[in-house]
């Protein structure tokens, strides 16, 4: 009975077992920072919601688990999972009994999960409030030992219980209404060698360069390949959500380090990464805040790091977009950035303005403290990288390209004039003029502008970067602030995206010193502490949502940026 496992074993604690496409996994995170004793099927439809408790009729198993297999055991008795597909799990025990449970005690008219015994087929159907899906469980061998709540309404325990002395298999599908009896002509052992011939092949296509010096390559392949959703809902293409835990959205700059890991292994998937917020952008322009299954949210927006992005990919993809990809990404991106400059810039004034810390992606960070409408050296310079971006492909498309350029040049210009005090950048009040500065990580990320910033800029910018730098990598916070917080979010912890930035901004401007350094700790920092959503700058402990994609993917574009670098010299 027993399958090899296939793929890296990870801890369920920190990454959820789940198959790219489907919209449901196997975890105890059933909340934002909220673990249950046992494992739950939790369904991202409508949010994050566990909807069907997983638990062994004996308490002290011990749960093993691989991309392709999800594995409890006690002694030579186990229970085993693989999905069939997206929307489907297969589950077998020997000698070991699974009660599948609703997670929800409470049915209301409004609330709860209901169960009953489907008359077509004889399976057992739990469909759910919260998700507003079936999810029906069929025995393909062996028989229930027993079922409670059936039908049952108000507060009850739905439940069906698998026996521990035999063999037995299930399914559980999750659908809308209606679907064909479940066939499971396909062996268990066959699902098995599917998923991971599906998974090798989505790892060699990503990472392979991968060797002994990038030991966490597969274990990032596999964050990125679990977290990938179907379309449906907003969701208008294929997506890698952030995660398969709390975070289950797409934030309008997460998505670009996700493009980018994908772009020379899966071009299309990256492709359908960087245009999924944009299937959003509003008539202003403006992209959302985030998207998911059932919610696009306009009350922030994110900063426009897109035409920074755009120039990786392009670099990176396998075949260049056809002329029509990027006429429409042309466009796109020109809307876009015309938001920020027509909404964005106050009467008379040529840098554009954040309305809060959340739209510069760094909700908290100290840049903030005082106004929080701000001025800010990153929003300029992102803007700036933006329109130089523009500025070529319309070039390419035959279009004209001065009014970009010019922009350009007249942003670039006020950055150096009005926030530029000979060390760091400043912040300023487009209310008042006040400037101020702070010791945020933020006032550095000019730097992403690479060698189009005057050299002693960026010789000053390298010095900062150095000052926030410690073991394990680029703390946003420098750790002697007074203003330092462990577990700040955005106030001393390490984050992926600002590395990927200074790291590459610092590259481009010949400062490859510091640029090897801070990529080597970041590396070792994963390969430490796996793929959180930020890490404490002391420690190098995983922080918040501990299965993050877009530190996965930032990883792997480390990686793969230092295995080129050996293979060629550079």
């Given at each position: 009975?027993?399958?090899?496992?296939?793929?890296?074993?990870?801890?369920?604690?920190?990454?959820?077992?789940?198959?790219?496409?489907?919209?449901?996994?196997?975890?105890?995170?059933?909340?934002?920072?909220?673990?249950?004793?046992?494992?739950?099927?939790?369904?991202?439809?409508?949010?994050?919601?566990?909807?069907?408790?997983?638990?062994?009729?004996?308490?002290?198993?011990?749960?093993?688990?691989?991309?392709?297999?999800?594995?409890?055991?006690?002694?030579?008795?186990?229970?085993?999972?693989?999905?069939?597909?997206?929307?489907?799990?297969?589950?077998?025990?020997?000698?070991?009994?699974?009660?599948?449970?609703?997670?929800?005690?409470?049915?209301?008219?409004?609330?709860?999960?209901?169960?009953?015994?489907?008359?077509?087929?004889?399976?057992?159907?739990?469909?759910?409030?919260?998700?507003?899906?079936?999810?029906?469980?069929?025995?393909?061998?062996?028989?229930?030992?027993?079922?409670?709540?059936?039908?049952?309404?108000?507060?009850?325990?739905?439940?069906?219980?698998?026996?521990?002395?035999?063999?037995?298999?299930?399914?559980?599908?999750?659908?809308?209404?209606?679907?064909?009896?479940?066939?499971?002509?396909?062996?268990?052992?066959?699902?098995?060698?599917?998923?991971?011939?599906?998974?090798?092949?989505?790892?060699?296509?990503?990472?392979?360069?991968?060797?002994?010096?990038?030991?966490?390559?597969?274990?990032?392949?596999?964050?990125?390949?679990?977290?990938?959703?179907?379309?449906?809902?907003?969701?208008?293409?294929?997506?890698?959500?952030?995660?398969?835990?709390?975070?289950?959205?797409?934030?309008?700059?997460?998505?670009?380090?996700?493009?980018?890991?994908?772009?020379?292994?899966?071009?299309?998937l990256a492709w359908h990464q960087f245009h999924l917020p944009f299937d959003h952008q509003d008539e202003a322009g403006a992209l959302p805040?985030?998207?998911?299954?059932?919610?696009?949210?306009?009350?922030?927006?994110?900063?426009?790091?897109?035409?920074?992005?755009?120039?990786?990919?392009?670099?990176?993809?396998?075949?260049?977009?056809?002329?029509?990809?990027?006429?429409?990404?042309?466009?796109?991106?020109?809307?876009?950035?015309?938001?920020w400059l027509d909404a964005r810039r106050a009467p008379g004034q040529d840098l554009p303005h954040y309305q809060h810390g959340n739209d510069?992606?760094?909700?908290?960070?100290?840049?903030?403290?005082?106004?929080?409408?701000?001025?800010?050296?990153?929003?300029?310079?992102?803007?700036?990288?933006?329109?130089?971006?523009?500025?070529?492909?319309?070039?390419?498309?035959?279009?004209?390209?001065?009014?970009?350029?010019?922009?350009?040049?007249?942003?670039?210009?006020?950055?150096?004039?009005?926030?530029?005090?000979?060390?760091?950048?400043?912040?300023?009040?487009?209310?008042?003029?006040?400037?101020?500065?702070?010791?945020?990580?933020?006032?550095?990320?000019?730097?992403?502008?690479?060698?189009?910033?005057?050299?002693?800029?960026?010789?000053?910018?390298?010095?900062?970067?150095?000052?926030?730098?410690?073991?394990?990598?680029?703390?946003?916070?420098?750790?002697?602030?007074?203003?330092?917080?462990?577990?700040?979010?955005?106030?001393?912890?390490?984050?992926?995206?600002?590395?990927?930035?200074?790291?590459?901004?610092?590259?481009?401007?010949?400062?490859?010193?510091?640029?090897?350094?801070?990529?080597?700790?970041?590396?070792?920092?994963?390969?430490?502490?796996?793929?959180?959503?930020?890490?404490?700058?002391?420690?190098?402990?995983?922080?918040?949502?501990?299965?993050?994609?877009?530190?996965?993917?930032?990883?792997?574009?480390?990686?793969?940026?230092?295995?080129?670098?050996?293979?060629?010299?550079?």
């Amino acid at each position: 009975m027993t399958v090899a496992p296939s793929g890296p074993e990870f801890s369920i604690q920190d990454i959820p077992f789940s198959y790219r496409g489907s919209w449901f996994n196997i975890s105890p995170v059933v909340a934002e920072k909220t673990y249950a004793d046992d494992l739950h099927l939790v369904s991202h439809q409508t949010g994050l919601h566990p909807v069907l408790r997983l638990a062994p009729t004996v308490a002290d198993t011990t749960i093993v688990a691989t991309p392709t297999l999800l594995t409890w055991r006690n002694g030579a008795d186990r229970i085993e999972a693989v999905y069939d597909g997206p929307d489907t799990l297969r589950i077998r025990g020997r000698r070991l009994g699974l009660r599948v449970a609703a997670a929800a005690g409470t049915l209301t008219p409004f609330s709860g999960t209901y169960l009953y015994l489907d008359p077509l087929d004889g399976s057992h159907v739990f469909t759910s409030y919260e998700t507003g899906r079936r999810y029906r469980v069929t025995v393909l061998s062996g028989t229930l030992q027993r079922t409670d709540g059936v039908e049952a309404l108000g507060t009850a325990d739905r439940s069906v219980d698998l026996p521990a002395d035999g063999q037995w298999e299930i399914a559980i599908e999750e659908y809308a209404t209606a679907r064909r009896r479940y066939d499971g002509s396909v062996p268990f052992e066959q699902l098995c060698r599917d998923r991971a011939a599906e998974f090798t092949a989505f790892v060699d296509a990503i990472a392979p360069w991968r060797g002994p010096d990038t030991p966490a390559a597969e274990l990032a392949a596999y964050v990125l390949w679990s977290a990938t959703v179907a379309p449906a809902g907003f969701v208008t293409r294929p997506a890698v959500l952030m995660s398969k835990h709390w975070m289950d959205k797409v934030w309008s700059w997460d998505h670009c380090f996700n493009a980018i890991a994908l772009a020379a292994g899966e071009p299309e998937l990256a492709w359908h990464q960087f245009h999924l917020p944009f299937d959003h952008q509003d008539e202003a322009g403006a992209l959302p805040d985030s998207v998911t299954h059932s919610e696009v949210l306009h009350n922030y927006v994110k900063p426009p790091i897109h035409g920074w992005a755009m120039r990786h990919l392009r670099r990176l993809l396998p075949q260049p977009p056809d002329r029509a990809a990027l006429a429409e990404t042309y466009d796109r991106l020109a809307r876009w950035t015309r938001f920020w400059l027509d909404a964005r810039r106050a009467p008379g004034q040529d840098l554009p303005h954040y309305q809060h810390g959340n739209d510069s992606g760094w909700d908290n960070a100290t840049t903030f403290d005082g106004d929080r409408v701000l001025q800010t050296a990153d929003l300029a310079a992102f803007l700036v990288s933006q329109l130089r971006c523009l500025a070529d492909l319309a070039a390419e498309l035959g279009e004209p390209t001065e009014q970009w350029s010019r922009e350009a040049d007249r942003i670039c210009a006020a950055m150096l004039h009005d926030l530029w005090d000979g060390e760091r950048f400043l912040a300023r009040s487009p209310h008042t003029g006040h400037r101020r500065a702070s010791r945020s990580l933020l006032d550095l990320m000019p730097i992403a502008l690479g060698a189009d910033l005057p050299a002693p800029v960026a010789a000053a910018l390298a010095r900062g970067a150095e000052k926030h730098l410690t073991t394990h990598g680029l703390a946003t916070e420098p750790t002697d602030s007074a203003h330092y917080l462990a577990d700040g979010y955005w106030r001393g912890p390490i984050w992926a995206p600002s590395t990927v930035l200074v790291e590459d901004g610092l590259r481009r401007a010949g400062q490859t010193r510091i640029a090897d350094e801070i990529s080597r700790r970041f590396l070792a920092l994963c390969e430490k502490s796996g793929f959180a959503e930020n890490f404490d700058a002391e420690t190098g402990a995983g922080l918040r949502d501990r299965a993050y994609t877009w530190t996965a993917s930032s990883y792997l574009i480390l990686a793969a940026a230092q295995e080129q670098r050996r293979d060629t010299g550079g």
